[in-house]
């Protein structure tokens, strides 16, 4: 990378909209704080080839921000505690033998926490505990880092991902094919927002779960349409982007070999990618299991932008700790939706 050194970002409390505490779904940024959210990212990634002199280079300095991982994570993980570290603050890394909710009560680790860090960056199993945590501790911001339910830092990535090769979302075609899974919630809130149509093509029993459904098409705007299919052709035809996840989440291992054989007819394929629209990109959170949801072809292929993706991760996440600890810390959260 030989870098032209980018001109320092105006000063940027200014430029952060306001948003509420805690990070845990997608719903809690409203279409304009999502758009300045991913506006706010793609500075920030310009800005870091400034490194120490990069306008957010100390905007954390003497704030602490603790991980607590209770799945296993690469991307997620790596990527909050560099842009923690890359804009200056301390990450307090805790281990899982915290154990929430059975050593003591998940309020009273909240409760502990909001004396000593700013935010939790929290990965585990139950929404519901990510609420009760974040409701636990009003002077706490709460991020949640993936849940059985959602997995918003990693849609705010995708989000840029697709914004950097198209410009405006708005209007856009993206199908989902497979589980209607985290990913896959909160894909459709994010896509509700930016007036992206979202195609979801699932088998018969794994499809987008109802209150997920509703959730996304509340918050619809500029025409967004979600449309759930069962067979993938249908699902991907017109699409500018093919998503897939993998087949069994965490904590469903139990599940794998009834989900392959479920499934089996949902791997993306050069065939399948052939139905979508001329140039249409290849999405995936990863990790990706080669041979079951998509294929080596595919992975590998130009369309593949799951690197991207990746990268995406810690500009959105440096700026979602931006707005977030720039935000109402002492205010109590505005209620959910
Ligand atoms: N995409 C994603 O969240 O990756 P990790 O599970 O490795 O964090
Ligand atoms: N749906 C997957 C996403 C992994 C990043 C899971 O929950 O395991």
């Known amino acids: ?39 706010l990212a793609a500075q920030i990634k310009v800005d870091r080839l400034l490194g120490h002199e990069a306008p ?13 991982f209770e799945k296993p994570s690469l991307r997620t993980r790596t990527t909050f505690e560099v ?30 926490l909001e004396r000593w860090v700013d935010a939790v960056v929290i990965r585990t199993f139950s929404q519901q505990l990510l609420v009760d945590f974040a409701t636990a501790a009003p002077r706490l911001h709460v991020i949640n880092a993936l849940s059985d339910e959602e997995h ?14 198209w410009g405006t979302l708005r209007g856009r075609t993206l199908a989902f094919v497979g589980d209607g899974n985290n990913v896959a919630s909160s894909l459709a809130q994010a ?24 959730r996304a098409t509340s918050l619809a705007r500029h025409g967004a349409r979600l449309r759930l299919f069962t067979d993938p052709v249908d699902a991907v035809a017109g699409a500018d982007a093919v998503y897939t996840d993998t087949w069994t989440s965490m904590g469903q291992e139990a599940e794998a070999e009834t989900r392959r054989r479920v499934f089996a007819l949902y791997q993306v394929n050069e065939e399948l990618m ?18 079951e949801e998509v294929t080596a072809e595919v992975f590998e292929s130009s369309a593949s932008v799951v690197f991207d993706e990746a990268e995406n991760r810690l500009h959105c996440q440096k700026a979602i700790l931006l707005m977030l600890l720039n935000g109402p810390a002492a205010e109590p959260s505005l209620p959910r939706v």
């Open 1 to 39: 990378m030989t870098p032209s050194r980018p001109a320092p970002t105006p000063a940027l409390p200014e430029r952060l909209p306001t948003v509420r505490k805690d990070f845990l779904s997608l719903a809690d940024f409203d279409a304009v704080t999502l758009e300045h959210c991913l506006e």
């Open 56 to 68: 957010t280079a100390h905007a954390l300095a003497g704030r602490h921000v603790a991980m607590l």
């Open 83 to 112: 842009a923690v570290r890359e804009l200056g603050g301390n990450v307090v890394g805790l281990q899982p033998d915290v154990a929430l909710g059975s050593r003591e009560p998940v309020a009273d680790v909240a409760r502990n």
């Open 152 to 165: 918003p830092c990693q849609i705010v990535a995708d989000c840029l991902t697709m914004r950097e090769r």
């Open 191 to 214: 896509c509700a927002m930016l007036g992206v149509n979202l195609h979801v093509a699932s088998p018969e029993g794994y499809h987008l779960p109802g209150p997920a459904v509703q």
């Open 274 to 291: 052939s139905q979508a629209k001329p140039g249409a990109i290849f999405m995936h959170c990863l990790p990706a299991h080669k041979g």
